[in-house]
């Protein structure tokens, strides 16, 4: 069986406010590793709590309670804020229940074009994407570090499985 590559490959990118909070909690969670401080400091509160419970000082219980208490409610908090800047962030890029068009991504031989629904455009060579995994139902062109296109499966114009041949015949090889 012969494989026709496409030369080019045109998405239109549309999204809702659920796939915007899969991708941030993906990004931040699992590709940045953020989830690790405050786990490490629930840890070290606990750590220190446990060592008041064992003290025989007088007001060691009272100064356990409150080192678990800061060692749970700070991280809760932190993750808390994080879901609700995620939340404003999508409302603020309007995005809904309902998908909305957010920009058009156009995969070629020469790099991704990318046209924004307010009419701004890039042009970039292959060499400028640094990875497109996948996760979930989408593939994740990152540019850097901190800036990302999602690609919802639901908005391909042809199969996932064509998507991600061509990206990986276009990227560069990470050494």
């Known amino acids: 069986m012969e494989v026709i590559m496409k ?3 045109v998405i239109p990118a549309a999204l809702n406010s659920r796939q915007f909070t899969q991708f941030a909690i993906y990004n931040v969670f699992i590709r940045q590793k953020r989830w690790i401080r ?5 840890i070290l509160m606990s750590v ?18 409150v080192l678990f208490f800061i060692g749970i409610s700070l991280p809760l908090v932190w993750f808390l804020s994080f879901l ?11 995005l809904g229940k309902e998908a909305v068009l957010v920009y058009t991504v156009t995969l070629r031989e020469s790099g991704v074009h990318i046209l ?19 996760h979930s139902s989408m593939t ?9 296109y ?21 990227l560069p090889s990470r050494s």
């Open 140 to 148: 994740l062109l990152y540019l850097s570090d901190v800036q990302a």
């Open 48 to 65: 220190f709590g446990t060592i008041f419970v064992f003290s025989e000082k007088q007001n060691s219980p009272l100064m356990a309670g």
């Open 116 to 134: 924004g629904k307010d009419g701004r455009e890039a042009d970039l060579p292959w060499n400028k994407v640094a990875d497109a995994p996948r």
């Open 38 to 42: 405050p786990v490490v400091f629930f």
């Open 7 to 9: 030369s080019e490959i």
């Open 150 to 170: 999602i690609l919802p499966d639901s908005c391909l114009p042809c199969s996932v499985q064509d998507v991600s041949d061509f990206i990986k015949a276009h």
């Open 84 to 94: 609700m800047n995620v939340r404003t962030q999508s409302k603020k890029s309007g």
